[in-house]
């Protein structure tokens, strides 16, 4: 079935240092979401992406398409305590009416 | 706007009770569904719908039985829990109108079966 893979599955860092995490797939994706989850919390929307080639930034935070719409990327500059959590990517079923979900990078910052 | 209320929070079953999960948001989405969080699994798809009436299995399904007789609500059913189905679960809605796809996820609700 469809599916997103996620790597890394875990990612320590210091904190200042950037983190990038991958979502890739066999298929074609029609659009890819980005989400994070705190700790005990539950997943935030971040950003959608759709078009091939893509690139948005969100203040520290870069997230990317690739051209050929079967991976995409989220880098985090200078990380923070504050990015602590888990990070999902994630596609739109082939109906386009539910969400499947990678499995994460959970990424710890320590200061 | 409340969002997407998820209850009870946590609890505790016994081995072959039954249970439902409440799931209601005010958001007016067509767009609901049910997952399942598990360590190192991430969030599994268990039922959706796509308006009332109208529910459809996801990748998970097995165990659990879901329906939706109103756009607000989505009832997550365990007929005869098992300690398999000890987990996380997040409800969530989307507004087919939105061109984000935007979806708002519950707070959870943290269900052990013993």
């Known amino acids: 079935g469809q599916q997103v893979m996620q790597i890394p599955q875990y990612q320590h860092v210091q904190e200042g240092e950037d983190f990038t995490t991958y979502c890739n797939s066999s298929?074609?994706?029609?659009?890819i979401q980005w989400y994070k989850q705190r700790p005990g919390g539950h997943p935030v929307f971040l950003i959608q992406?759709?078009?091939?080639?893509e690139v948005k930034k969100q203040k520290r935070l870069t997230f990317q398409f690739g051209e050929a719409k079967k991976n995409s990327s989220l880098h985090i500059t200078a990380t923070q305590t504050t990015d602590v959590g888990t990070y999902f990517c994630?596609?739109?079923?082939?109906?386009?009416?539910?969400?499947?979900f990678g499995k994460g990078t959970t990424l710890s910052v320590s200061s | 706007n409340a969002g997407v209320t998820q209850t009870p929070k946590f609890q505790v079953l016994k081995t072959g009770q039954s249970m439902t999960l409440q799931c209601a948001q005010d958001?007016?989405?067509?767009?609901m569904s049910w997952y399942r969080q598990d360590p190192g699994m991430g969030l599994r798809l268990i039922h959706y719908?796509?308006?009332?009436?109208?529910?459809d299995q996801g990748e998970v399904p097995n165990g659990y039985n879901v329906s939706r007789s109103t756009t607000e609500d989505f009832p997550l059913r365990l007929l005869s829990a098992a300690p398999s189905q000890t987990s996380v679960y997040f409800c969530?809605?989307?507004?087919?109108?939105?061109?984000?796809?935007?979806?708002?996820f519950g707070e959870g609700s943290w269900l052990t079966v013993v």
């Open positions: 969530a809605s989307r507004s087919n109108r939105d061109p984000g796809n935007t979806i708002y």
């Open positions: 298929t074609t994706l029609s659009n």
């Open positions: 992406l759709v078009k091939s080639g």
């Open positions: 994630a596609d739109s079923n082939q109906a386009g009416t539910a969400l499947i």
């Open positions: 958001m007016n989405h067509e767009y």
């Open positions: 719908s796509v308006g009332a009436g109208i529910t």
